[in-house]
């Protein structure tokens, strides 16, 4: 059985990493081999190198470090972003959760890292904020609790309020007059 879940990790369709408890990569599947660049023997080898000191960006160490922490106490971690660095150099987003592996006595033997690359999600996403940015038209957006959270630079020029001034002010009690608050709002609503 512990052969059929090593074959279904090595194949999945995501890359999977998993460490011991002192760091080192111990498990490195076929999908984390095609999204990084490195094979199984340049992070594993004799001796497992680090990841967190080997294949995460200076400025994600502390933070990645934490949820790997927090994981060997039992707490577990779901939807975290953070880069990799790739064989090439270049960085890539990493979406993972990050489970608890313990042995067949229930003592914590590492982490495992399922993940999901996030990377042309978040290069589109900016790409989408720079065009409404840019956009020729007065853009504004509001959160559930109609808190703005987009104001784009015709919106600045249209009302003189910079992002600054109306981020996270409630759209509608502090920009809308009174005569169409109730209107307005209720559009939102």
């Known amino acids: 059985q512990e052969q ?27 999908c984390a081999i095609r999204l990084t660049g490195f094979d199984a023997g340049d992070v594993m ?15 994600y160490k502390d933070s990645v470090q934490g949820v790997f922490t927090k994981a060997l106490n ?10 990799l660095v790739t064989k090439a150099g270049t960085r890539v987003q990493v979406l993972l959760n990050a ?33 409404i940015d840019a956009a020729n038209a007065p853009i504004f957006g509001i959160d559930v609790e109609g808190s703005v959270n987009v104001w784009n630079q015709c ?11 109306v981020m996270g002010k409630h759209l509608v009690n502090e920009f809308i007059t009174d005569d169409y608050k109730d209107s307005v709002q209720g559009v939102f609503t």
Request: zero cysteines; charged letters at 25%.
């Open 4 to 30: 059929e879940y090593a074959r279904l990790i090595d194949a999945a369709n995501a890359p999977i990493f998993g460490i011991d408890v002192e760091g080192s990569v111990n498990v490195w599947n076929q």
């Open 45 to 59: 080898g004799k001796m497992g190198k680090h990841l967190v000191n080997e294949f995460i960006t200076d400025d």
């Open 74 to 83: 039992g707490e577990e971690t779901a939807n975290f972003e953070f880069p």
């Open 99 to 131: 489970t608890t592996r313990r042995d067949e006595k229930n003592t914590v033997i590492g982490v495992v890292g399922i993940g999901q690359d996030i990377t042309a999600r978040m290069a589109q996403e900016q790409e989408y904020a720079r065009l």
């Open 155 to 165: 919106a600045i020029r249209l009302t003189g309020f910079d992002a600054g001034d």
